[in-house]
């Protein structure tokens, strides 16, 4: 795993109907450090999706550079891992076939891939669905072959859309703290973007709102690990923070 | 009353049991129907014959050998033609569905020929090629181009991006995606294509062998007509009905179900 | 980075805009043709030239049998067409309307489906002699089967609870069918027209063909007799046309209108 900065990232494009340029994102910069789990919220609309997507390449920059690990980065690659709010795992495929999809790219055996479906799945919990179809899985399970997937094939980043935003409230809070388990397994570096601002106190060590396209404001968040539901909805330093952000976030 | 509910009730287990069973049944009725009205003779049986003329009829012509052949050479028609047209079509489709300058200008082209149709172009091929099985082919293989090249384009765009967004960030290169993610995406499409496509190239093919042949079930309907033997016609278009009838919903449709369904992509019509 | 510039209003253009852009291949086509024909010098009886095939089409319509045909196609097609769905929709319905009888005659709609228009103009030209009314039965069974299947499976889908809340409601059996059920199944009756015909005019051009003396299969036909390809050429061109008009100006239209308006059905 690796870090990632964001220099002086804007985004302009032009808007056929207004005939104008419209500026989403505006002089954003940020710093994710190693093994950091960054979560970035702000209201409907302010850009963090977008953020995301030129993170990720799938949308051209206008403005400022993307480093990971000091390289300055364009286009989509297998070092900016992605998992998609519509976990996006190809229906054709295995859950085994969509979680070793990343190696076979980069030409990995298949007695090698095995043995990373093997220890991936575990990680998930998913060992008992290997040879399922993705449409003959829960969404809660769907979306944890979307984790590994991205997982699996090692990237330096692990960016994450709103990954729990479609599931039901009970099964989002178990794979939140499931997440946060292979996280601190794992501890890939991770930029999360969601609009649900308890979820992102959770889940993050460092919380930053965005507004209008630019950084309004960064919140650590302490809170000791390992964390679980059970414990923060009654931590009374979680819901400090949680209102903190909250605040912010309504103010922008 | 009671007695239709059971007689309901065993249909209904027999055919949950033995699902052919419903393709089949719902014909007894009509059949006998037929032989009802062929009986009280309201038509001369010049015009409609019973089931049971048809019956000796086909028996005739399956000894005679002249069914099997004509079936035969229709059959083959149809496989030369269906082959080289999807040979030919799935390609082109992926070319026009991958381009997007490819797709902007073919597209009102396809449209445009495709609305032509098969059956106009018979007498220019006919003025180019002649009576033969050239003009044939061709007619197959275009009828079945359109569908197969329309469906693919259609099937290609309708991936979800989001897959093939994930698919670049697992690092796969565009012509990985294209076969990973793209065809396999446009399958269920392309297999409707080819359903669509081959249900007009046997159309086309009828018309080709009514309006051109020298051989084949089209041919035989229309040289009965002319002998004026309507068994002949009738058995004719039996054959026509049944043969398709099996290999769309025994062949075709199940492979649809097979891809489409299975992944979650299609649902049951 | 400027914030200003024109403002668009995309929409009073947007039509004539997307219709050149739908003519230009074609247009290109034509000069890619005329350029092929002379620089090749193409056989005229093979294949003629543009400027003759506008002068062939041009004395069809001065002399008035372009109308003759095209008028005579588009009636038998009219005719055929509409007693077929005037007919189909109600039986449609009717046998739709139970689930089990509708799953049991379903096998019978989808055979005679598969059988309709072309394979019949054996038999019609039998029953019917060869003429209008031949052809005008060939274009009712393509259409008629098609619309039929499709108007019980429309009904057949429409799902309980829709029909359950109506009678809830205090709907009528023909309030049900009016509000309810028609509406239900529009979208699927309005393919099964598109599909059947696609169908009919198929089967129109080829019955044209060898049972009648005028319409444009005849035109084709007559022409092929004559070798003078490029009254063939041109009729195809017309053929071409109507369907394209036909069907892109007035079916899929209509088939948008109605099913993805209500969001019911995905199209195919």
Request: overall charge positive; some cysteine.
């Amino acid at each position: 795993m690796k870090s990632l900065a964001l220099e002086n990232l804007s985004k302009t494009y032009f808007d056929p109907y207004r005939g104008i340029q419209h500026t989403a994102i505006k002089d954003v910069s940020l710093k994710v450090n190693e093994g950091d789990f960054v979560a970035v919220v702000g209201p409907s609309g302010c850009g963090k999706s977008t953020i995301l997507n030129m993170i990720a390449g799938f949308v051209p920059i206008t403005g400022g550079r993307i480093l990971v690990d000091g390289r300055e980065v364009k286009g989509p690659g297998p070092d900016r891992g992605v998992v998609f709010q519509s976990h996006a795992l190809f229906p054709w495929k295995t859950v085994t076939e969509n979680v070793t999809f990343g190696p076979k790219m980069r030409g990995v055996g298949k007695a090698e891939r095995a043995k990373i479906a093997e220890e991936y799945l575990a990680l998930a919990g998913l060992s008992h669905a290997a040879d399922k179809y993705p449409a003959e899985l829960s969404g809660g399970m769907q979306q944890r072959v979307g984790v590994v997937r991205a997982l699996a094939n090692n990237p330096d980043v692990l960016l994450m859309d709103e990954p729990f935003a479609s599931v039901d409230a009970q099964t989002r809070m178990t794979l939140q703290e499931e997440l946060t388990r292979i996280w601190e397994e794992r501890r890939p570096t991770v930029v999360f973007i969601t609009h649900d601002v308890t979820e992102a106190v959770f889940l993050a060590n460092r919380v930053v709102v965005l507004s209008k396209g630019h950084v309004l404001s960064e919140v650590d968040i302490p809170l000791e690990r390992p964390r679980s539901w059970d414990k923060l909805n009654e931590d009374d330093q979680f819901k400090a923070l949680s209102n903190k952000v909250l605040q912010l976030v309504r103010s922008a | 009353m009671i007695a239709l509910y059971s007689i309901w009730g065993y249909y209904a287990r027999w055919t949950a049991r033995w699902p052919a069973l419903a393709a089949f049944v719902p014909f007894i009725p009509l059949i006998a129907i037929w032989a009802f009205l062929a009986w009280l003779e309201i038509f001369p049986r010049v015009f409609l014959p019973g089931p049971i003329d048809v019956v000796e009829k086909a028996w005739e012509l399956l000894y005679k050998g002249i069914l099997t052949d004509y079936l035969a050479d229709s059959l083959a028609r149809l496989a030369v033609g269906a082959a080289a047209g999807m040979a030919i079509a799935i390609p082109l489709g992926v070319f026009v569905g991958l381009n997007k300058k490819a797709h902007d200008f073919s597209w009102p082209i396809l449209l445009f020929f495709q609305a032509i149709g098969d059956i106009a172009w018979l007498p220019i091929l006919l003025v180019w090629f002649g009576f033969g099985l050239t003009t044939m082919t061709f007619v197959i293989v275009y009828t079945v181009l359109f569908p197969v090249v329309l469906n693919t384009v259609l099937g290609m765009r309708s991936v979800k991006p989001d897959l093939r967004r994930a698919a670049q960030s697992l690092g796969a290169s565009p012509a990985r995606i294209l076969f990973e993610v793209t065809l396999p995406g446009a399958l269920p499409n392309i297999i409707t294509g080819l359903r669509n496509g081959l249900g007009y190239g046997w159309r086309a093919l009828i018309a080709a062998e009514i309006i051109v042949g020298t051989s084949g079930i089209g041919f035989l309907m229309f040289d009965a007509r002319r002998a004026g033997s309507v068994e002949e016609i009738v058995v004719g278009m039996i054959v026509l009905g049944v043969l398709w009838y099996i290999v769309d919903s025994w062949l075709l449709a199940p492979i649809e179900r097979a891809t489409g369904q299975r992944w979650g992509l299609v649902t049951a019509r | 980075m400027s914030a200003d510039g024109v403002t668009f209003s995309p929409v009073p253009y947007a039509r004539t805009w997307r219709a050149l852009k739908f003519m230009a291949p074609l247009l290109l086509l034509v000069v890619l043709w005329q350029v092929v024909v002379t620089a090749f010098d193409v056989n005229p009886r093979i294949f003629p030239d543009v400027p003759t095939v506008l002068r062939a089409g041009w004395s069809t319509i001065e002399d008035g049998s372009l109308a003759a045909h095209v008028g005579a196609s588009l009636w038998r097609v009219s005719v055929g067409t509409v007693l077929a769905i005037l007919t189909a929709v109600p039986l449609g319905i009717a046998m739709g309307v139970s689930r089990g009888v509708s799953d049991f005659l379903t096998p019978l709609f989808r055979f005679f489906s598969v059988l309709a228009g072309i394979a019949w103009i054996p038999i019609a030209t039998l029953w019917f002699g060869y003429g209008f009314g031949a052809i005008t039965f060939v274009i009712f069974n393509a259409v008629f089967f098609v619309v039929a299947y499709n108007t019980l499976l429309g009904v057949s889908t429409i799902p309980m609870p829709l029909r359950h809340a109506a009678a809830a409601l205090g709907a009528s059996r023909w309030q049900t069918l009016t509000e309810i059920l028609l509406p239900g199944a529009l979208p699927n009756i309005v393919t099964g027209i598109r599909t059947g015909m696609g169908f009919a005019w198929r089967g129109l051009i080829a019955a044209e063909m060898i049972a009648t003396n005028v319409g444009l299969g005849y035109m084709l036909f007559l022409a092929r007799d004559f070798y003078r390809t490029e009254v063939i050429v041109f009729a195809m061109i017309v053929i071409g046309v109507i369907w394209l008009v036909l069907d892109r100006f007035l079916l899929a239209p209509l088939e948008r209108a109605t099913v993805e308006r209500w969001g019911l059905v995905q199209q195919s």
